[in-house]
């Protein structure tokens, strides 16, 4: 096993850690997936989203109240999240992240900065 090899897997296992300590221990990969692809495509709308991730629209959008204040069961999200109406269409919304989701996506992009 080669030292980039390791140090690449050193730098997930961080990842995963940290994801576990500052979101939930319980967060499906796939809801952290949504995530990073919001913090990446800032401004987009469900359609959009759905479609750099080759996923559902019902599975997206399930993510996306996830990972807002509240879950489509009316319990507490992640807060990491949130939507805005498009200026455009007032029947579209967009997704952008919060405070504490640009720290999050802020502490990620760090972790995998590091050498």
Known sequence: MTDDYKSALVKA?????????????????????????????????????????????STVSRHLLDLGDYTRKMEPGYGLVESKTAPTN???????????????ARELATILQES
């Open 90 to 104: 007032l029947r579209t919304k967009q997704f952008y992240l919060t405070s504490r989701g640009k720290l999050v």
């Open 13 to 57: 296992d961080r990842i995963l850690s940290f994801l576990r300590t500052a979101i939930s221990p319980l967060l499906p990969l796939q809801v952290a997936h949504t995530f990073v692809m919001v913090a990446r495509n800032e401004g987009k709308n469900l359609t959009e989203i759905t479609e750099l991730m080759s996923s559902k629209v």
